[in-house]
């Protein structure tokens, strides 16, 4: 039937018809309709495991453990918990546990402007945690496709055997929108769970699931490889190589409004929304997944393009990546202190287009007293 | 069983032969405990099946990887959220934590406090070295006063950690103490926290001589034990408290209300209300199981229908069993 739903609800929703069956969370500004929903599931589903955790370090290593014994497990924070939990996703990446977090972001860093939205976790999803490893994320822009975006990220991170990111923000959490939540679940395919749960393995000895290198087949299975080296390419490799084959199954991007402009705009999330009036005017380049980033899919599009200009409310984390891939100017309007308005964001582009800079122009401080913010400390 | 002679026990099937020796040095007391409980899962019949491993970082977390168990070697003081997760998933099984006392009480000390506020089912059994071994031997929250260690050269100035008292102050945790010198003491006590339904905690005494015991006099290994020996009494049956070297199980006080202090639930008779929710009935750990299978097994047939009789199905309009009739879809395992 359709109804209204929450960006955040529909998550959870979408995780239901994943198949996930554990979530563990500690509660944060934008993200904690998600927990709420989360606890009002279990108490009538008490096959569902739900944990209000002691801080979020926990909710993401009991998400690790539910996985391991068997259960599609996820978590929901936002930055600063994200943060919390970078250990626990280097590990997961390392272990193989299959898992998604969701990080509905706000204005960082620290506790940052809690009921502001951001997007300054671009490079946390993809740099956050300790050494090399390649995760793979996603960036919805409405309740639908938060829906079916949690669906894909679930089925994402068991084909991966890995940590998969759901990105949102406070807009898109909190966006109400009308969906048919049985349509969208019924549409969902849902990835089966291939590795073992614990206690239920099928060879000779049991497993040791280690954040350490631990030699995995042959002579040695088992046994610590913390000194060598080969070991450590070729289960690197095999890891990075079944990510990024993956990552190929979900290459998912729009590229749309007036696809003949001269200037392609490259946005994701709810700036993508709010910048719907530029439509007319410019070419639109949405990247839904948004790690690994879309190299030849977007190297091919801008090839058409005179400029490209990313609208992002952070400092230019994904201009940068693009402009590593493409190998030419992306110019950029970032978005900052939560100001995602039309106003802002043509500004920013008459600004840039022009040939002025990135930076805006900052105004000096009041000197009478201006309207007092709430002060939000979520 | 209690005083059945070592040499009829077969623990040493629990134990992955295969990888010793044990990368731990002569004379370390982990070897004790790790040997104690092998005997005690041989005793109560457990396997790889029924009981996982959830280890810490550190010398003591490596005992994971020696057992004939599925384990889990999780990151440095997490052990108790995954520990808590994997009961929570698969209550049918027995979950058992083992830990350095730096990686439970420091790292770890958050969790810890709050899966006794939970009573999480599992069991601790905390290697008590009084130390961080691993790392060299640097000052841990049991590190006795004025112990000299790598990174308190002139003395610890701090009082250690009171396991005792937080692991006691929930009604509902079984809290053991035991010294590997004591190994009957101490298997019996890993088996009543094993048997225990509740959060149970093994505070183990056990010697680092490597990174430890030689800094404070101790010449070897079997001075510590000594130590123990001389030093550790057993306190009566029905103390109720342990003092500092008394070894014993105190078992919960279940004649308390709530946790330390608290107040009781109900407080005053409230206004009748309209329309109450109705209680979910308690679920045991089986039903639970069989219902999250049902719930898979169910999810995994739908994927066989065709998208618009999933919409039929999930509206209601037609049931499960149906539709697959209609598609003509075995209902055989997903
Ligand atoms: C996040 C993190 N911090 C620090 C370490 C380094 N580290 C490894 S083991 C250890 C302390 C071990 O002490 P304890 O838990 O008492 O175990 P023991 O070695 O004494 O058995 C530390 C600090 C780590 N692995 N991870
Ligand atoms: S350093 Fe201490 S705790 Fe670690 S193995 Fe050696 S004796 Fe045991
Ligand atoms: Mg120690």
Redesign the pocket.
Known sequence: MRRLMQGNEAVFRGALAAGASYYAGYPISPSTEILNVASGWAAEHPEFGFLQAEDEIASANAVIGASLAGAKAFTATSGPGFSLMQ?AVGYAQKVGVPSVFVNVQRVGPATGMPTMPGQGDIMQVRYGSTGDYTPLAFYPNSVAEAFSTTVLAFNAAEESRSPVVLLSDTFVGHLNEVVDPEELAAAATVAPRELAPLGRHEFGSPRFFAGVLMYEHGPNAGEPATADADEYLRQYYAAKHRHLEVANRYALYQHGWNVDAQTLVICYGIVSRVAAPLAPDYALFRPIRIHPMLGDELRAIAERYEHIVAIEANDGQYADMAELTLRREVKRVPLLGGRISMEALRAGLDRVLGGGPAEPPIPLAPTEAVERSPLGIG | MAETALAELNYKSKLKLALFPTIWCPGCGIGTIMMQLAMVLDEMAMDETNTIIVS?????GRMGSYMQFESVYT??GRTLPVAEAIKTVRPEMNVIVV?????TAS?GGNHLVHSIRRNVPVTVLC?N?E?????GGQT?PTTPTGTKTLSSPSGNPNTPINLQGIVRSSPHALYAKSTVYHQTHLRNAIREAIEHPGFSFVDITSQ?IENNGRRIGFANANEMLTYYRKGYKRAPKDADTLGPMEIGVLRPEAERVGNGAARPLVVEAAPAVETPRPKAAPVDDEEKARKRAESQQKLALMQKLSPETKVRVAKGEISLADALLEAGVEEGPA
Do not use: V
């Open positions: 250990e | 810490g970082i550190g010398c003591t990151l440095h830990a350095g006392d730096g990686d790292i290697n070295n130390i961080y071994g691993l790392t841990g680092c």
